[in-house]
């Protein structure tokens, strides 16, 4: 059974840096690339970031360039997301997904359960 079970998430401070963590499961982590996507209270889902099975490739959503960091330990099959100069915008539950992609697509289609991130002083 694939799971991914993310931690990490809590209150950040605007300015303030935060490192979210996916553990998966039930499947070979170095075959797939993976991504981090997100959802805003009252709002859709918005793409944050995505890495190739190797993590020789990554890629951001425009508002994270700069801020975010994306990044994987294959050997301890963990995927991280280095959340830096935190925004109150940046508040939103946030997911781990395991992604698929063809030559100009991509799909999700495993997700974990989401963590909280909430940026406030």
């Known amino acids: 059974e694939v799971q991914l079970v993310e931690s990490g998430g809590g209150l950040g401070q605007p300015g303030g840096s935060l490192r979210l963590s996916c553990a998966p499961s039930g499947f070979t982590f170095d075959d797939y690339a993976m991504s981090w996507v997100r959802q805003a209270p009252g709002k859709g889902l918005e793409w944050v970031s995505a890495i190739s099975w190797n993590g020789l490739s990554t890629y951001y959503g425009e508002s994270m360039k700069g801020r975010f960091t994306i990044s994987r330990d294959n050997a301890k099959n963990t995927l991280y997301l280095q959340m830096n100069s935190l925004k109150s915008e940046d508040t939103a539950v946030y997911y781990c997904?395991?992604?698929?992609?063809?030559?100009?697509?991509?799909?999700?289609?495993?997700w974990g359960q989401g963590t909280q991130v909430t940026v406030s002083s």
């Open positions: 997904a395991r992604t698929n992609c063809g030559s100009s697509w991509c799909e999700y289609d495993y």
